[in-house]
């Protein structure tokens, strides 16, 4: 099964007040497993940079103004996001921003029914507990001291990680091994004994009460009061 896992920077909260998606991250899971195929892109977005929203990602106007527009590149993105679920953290703000800009370029806006939200997971699996990115990936002992600042693609590069585990990516694979050592176990023929074998005979060793056992036994049961097992109407 192919998935998406993918993140947005962008220039602010809302794309409804004119904020603008300025960045881009996808990584491609098959089978649960990272490809190595990757889509990453900048953007102008066409109006100024906010400060508070380049204190979060580093992105200046300065370094986007030479970038592509995004409907210069729209192509290329429905091409490889294709038809495969989208998993991103907080993904109705993605999606949002995503569907935003595919209406500015003429484009369907993507099926809300695709959307895999990471935060609605954790919220399930942990309640009560941070469920931002950098806490889950300390829960889930992911390495993510290099992580400066926000970032398109390496945020879904972490987020990919964190989605194999929140799914069970390590247990499915120790669950595979250890079913499979039983299956070989199981079927791996019984060694016979030796026919030069110096091991002495022994007999069977009796596992049955002795009359001596089972008469101590019915005196112990009878200084019982009401035992459950017996019937007692």
């Known amino acids: 099964m192919r998935e998406i896992i993918f993140d947005t920077e962008t220039t602010g909260f809302d794309p409804r007040t004119g904020d603008r998606l300025v960045e881009i991250g996808c990584v491609e899971l098959v089978d649960r497993r990272e490809t190595g195929v990757t889509f990453h892109a900048y953007f102008n977005p066409e ?13 200046s106007i300065q370094f986007l103004s030479d970038k592509p527009l995004f409907a210069t590149r729209v192509d290329e993105l429905i091409e490889f996001l294709g038809d495969a679920p989208l998993i991103a953290h907080n993904a109705v703000f993605d999606f949002g921003f995503v569907n935003a800009e595919l209406a500015r370029a003429g484009r369907a806006a993507l099926d809300m029914a695709r959307m ?26 992911i390495d993510r001291s290099h992580r400066v600042k926000h970032g398109a693609l390496l945020d879904a590069e972490l987020l990919a990680h964190l989605y ?17 050592a039983g299956a070989a176990a199981s079927t791996a023929p019984v060694p016979a004994a030796s026919a030069g074998s110096d091991r002495p005979f022994r007999e069977p060793r009796p596992h049955m009460a002795s009359a001596a056992e089972l008469a101590r036994h019915a005196e112990f049961v009878a200084g019982l009061n009401q035992p459950l097992w017996l019937d007692t109407v």
């Not at 400060?51 to 990602?57: G, S």
């Open 47 to 59: 109006r100024d940079m906010p400060a508070a929203a380049e204190a979060v990602h580093g992105l």
């Open 116 to 141: 895999c939200c990471t935060v609605q997971m954790a919220r399930k699996l942990h309640p009560g507990a941070k469920h931002s990115l950098d806490a889950l990936c300390t829960r889930y002992g």
């Open 164 to 180: 194999i585990e929140m799914t069970g990516g390590r247990q499915i694979g120790l669950g595979l091994a250890a079913a499979a």
